[in-house]
């Protein structure tokens, strides 16, 4: 299969604790974008990656947050001292490079349950 | 900022009925899509349609963008069909950011 993966699917963590997610793009594209969804929410946008280039980052990813994309390929999402309000399903997507390919696919998600 | 409003919010439909969702956008975009996902979180993209018209089966989508909206019909809906369609907009330019509607919850009960 050769679409976009996410590792673990589910976490449940002690608030304070630190966690990391993994998500592995479609091979072919140089686009990858993590979000964060929220019960009865649609997803909201975290940051986003060019090749290895963090690119942009949305406000809401405070300093407990960081992503990295060290090769170009796989990322991963780490979040420091967990709190409850960061319980919520962790998407990945990715697209590839020009206007017409641009259309996000996405991974099926890692769900974090912070107790 | 661009906003995407969905609507109806909430629909049932009885299996083999028909429908429309609509998603009308506040400004000019170069990037319009509709996802679905399903009772288990996966989000599976239907159509990329800045504009012009697109079916997929029993699915077909619209975007005329000079009057912002964008329509999705569903036909001869089935089962499989439950869960939430968001339209989700790019405004125009280089922003790489995707702005998300609340998005439609459909259930099609048997």
């Known amino acids: 299969d050769t679409g976009v993966s996410q590792d673990p699917r589910h976490k449940i963590t002690k608030r304070g604790q630190n966690v990391t997610f993994r998500c592995d793009p479609i091979s072919e594209h140089n686009r990858l974008y993590w979000y964060r969804q929220t019960l009865g929410q649609g997803p909201e946008f975290l940051t986003y990656f060019q090749n290895e280039a963090q690119l942009e980052k949305s406000r809401l990813l405070s300093d407990r947050f960081s992503a990295e994309r060290p090769k170009g390929s796989f990322s991963t999402l780490e979040i420091q001292r967990t709190e409850q309000g960061d319980s919520a399903m962790y998407l990945c997507?990715?697209?590839?490079?020009?206007?017409?390919?641009?259309?996000?696919?996405f991974g099926p998600g890692t769900r974090l349950t912070v107790l | 900022g661009i906003q995407v409003e969905q609507s109806p919010p909430d629909l049932i439909l009885q299996e083999g009925a028909n429908s429309t969702l609509r998603c009308n956008f506040s400004d000019s975009v170069n990037n319009l899509q509709w996802f679905h996902q399903n009772p288990w979180g996966q989000l599976i993209n239907l159509f990329y349609i800045p504009s012009g018209t697109k079916q997929n089966g029993r699915l077909s989508a619209t975007t005329v963008a000079t009057e912002r909206y964008s329509l999705l019909y569903i036909s001869s809906s089935q089962t499989t069909d439950s869960g939430v369609y968001f339209c989700v907009s790019r405004p125009a330019g280089n922003n790489r950011k995707l702005i998300w509607g609340l998005g439609t919850s459909l259930a099609v009960n048997p």
């Open positions: 997507a990715s697209s590839g490079q020009g206007a017409t390919t641009d259309t996000q696919y």
